[in-house]
């Protein structure tokens, strides 16, 4: 099946850039998604990258998507504290005989601590 | 973002009793999804629940354990029958938005059955 590989934890410095990768195995992926969750919260979706496209960027956030290698990167400029959180990796195949996508597959997440 | 609500927000339960977990969308939409996330690790999938059909569970997953309703395009239950300590976990309402590829999640609700 699919799987969806993170590391589990980053530390930076308050005001450096953080670099949290993912790879995937799953070539038929239409989708891959960052998502962060807080501790005691739910998850928010950050954003996704289509498969076609090499990179995403939104304000402070760049995803980077390397379809070869199956390997996505979220590049947070400028970290703050309250980046301080766990990054989910996901990823879904578009259905070409139903409409919507699979159920997401998620890695295990990245624990960012930012240090200030 | 479409909004989600989820009630409970968290409960402590007895075992061997039943939960169940309501998720309200501010919009129609057709695929929801639950996902369960034991402490400290990554999300579960337990079922797809689209209106007007029967629920869809993925492996280690069983309507008589997790039965779903999805009575309209807005609303589904998830219940946890028979609770027993092993499933204290976070489950998560999740929906696809009909109009392009993002996928919400809900809040949660934080079960923790003694």
């Known amino acids: 099946g699919e799987d969806v590989e993170q590391s589990l934890f980053l530390s930076v410095r308050e005001g450096d850039s953080s670099v949290i990768n993912c790879t995937y195995t799953?070539?038929?992926?239409?989708?891959l998604y960052w998502y962060k969750q807080e501790p005691g919260a739910g998850l928010q979706l950050l954003t996704y990258i289509f498969s076609n496209m090499d990179m995403k960027q939104d304000q402070r956030l760049t995803v980077l998507l390397n379809k070869k290698d199956k390997h996505l990167s979220l590049r947070i400029a400028d970290t703050q504290t309250g980046d301080s959180a766990i990054y989910f990796c996901?990823?879904?195949?578009?259905?070409?005989?139903?409409?919507?996508?699979?159920?997401?597959?998620f890695g295990k997440g990245t624990r960012l601590s930012v240090i200030a | 973002s479409a909004v989600i609500s989820q009630k409970p927000s968290r409960d402590i339960c007895q075992r061997g009793t039943s939960l169940t977990i309501q998720c309200q969308v501010d919009s129609q939409v057709t695929m929801m999804f639950w996902y369960r996330q034991q402490p400290g690790q990554s999300l579960t999938l337990i079922a797809t629940?689209?209106?007007?059909?029967?629920?869809?569970?993925e492996s280690g997953f069983v309507i008589d354990k997790f039965p779903i309703s999805r009575p309209n395009l807005t609303f589904s239950t998830l219940t946890v029958s028979n609770m027993s300590p092993e499933d204290s976990s976070i489950y998560l309402c999740?929906?696809?938005?009909?109009?392009?590829?993002?996928?919400?999640f809900g809040p949660g609700t934080r079960l923790t059955v003694l």
């Open positions: 629940a689209n209106q007007g059909s029967e629920a869809t569970y």
């Open positions: 999740s929906v696809e938005r009909d109009r392009d590829n993002e996928q919400f």
């Open positions: 996901a990823e879904s195949t578009h259905r070409l005989w139903n409409s919507g996508n699979t159920p997401l597959v």
């Open positions: 799953d070539s038929s992926s239409t989708y």
